[in-house]
């Protein structure tokens, strides 16, 4: 069954993310907003259904979010997570062990921007369990 | 006399642009949105009165703006004026003469981030005229 996804930013939603699918529970989809290599600043608008999140990860060249539609969470390991909503800025150092996701109740986007691109590399970690998640987002 | 800035987007506003203010034409605030230097990919969001513009000028980084509030033009020398309203994302390439700012009659907000930031320089040239910028934006 097709998802609709409702318009909660001036940016476009792109595809469904399959390629990232294994590493998220729930369905999220992803636009690319840039494409020119040389400025080595990827760039792309992700959209979480309610309740979306990605597992537990890190970037070995730290990343950028910008809230930009919807409520969403940042959680880093071992602190309490952060509320997000359009406006909402988050710098994530290189390694730092986290996720990001949609709030239980709301669509959620944000510009995600890979730092460091050029020795950048992502790795995945556990999926955030329902537990983990209740909690985070109880507030 | 103290300007009133108009809230245009969900970003911060900042404080008046006057270390870049002999670069521009007109009135701009800065506000930075991140801190991190381990990142390397400094962003600001910059807020311009109505006709405000910056010098034709080029990174040798290049440069990316995301429009979020208000109405602006992007030009190239050499081509037409873009249009940017939010969720305009421009991608400029290392090297490319141009000029960012405001529509004449609205405020306008750009999220500015430096491409390629460890080796960037920004090489300011003339300004942009009354006639060019009144050309520009005449569509």
Known sequence: METIVPKISVFPTGEENTAYAKYFSGKSW???????????????????EPGCRNNWHKHTGGQIL?????AGYY???????????PGTVIEIAPNVEHWH???????????????N??????????????EEYTEATRQ
Chains 1, 2 share one sequence.
Do not use: Y
């Open 101 to 115: 996701g949609a709030a239980p109740a709301s669509w959620f986007s944000h510009i995600g921007i890979a730092c």
């Open 30 to 48: 992803n636009a690319p907003l840039t494409s020119n290599k040389d400025l080595n600043v990827p760039m792309n608008n992700i959209t979480f």
């Open 66 to 70: 910008i809230a930009v539609g919807g």
């Open 117 to 130: 691109s050029q020795t950048n590399e992502n790795i995945w970690l556990e999926p955030v369990t329902d």
């Open 75 to 85: 959680q880093e390991r071992g602190k309490q997570a952060v509320h997000m909503e």
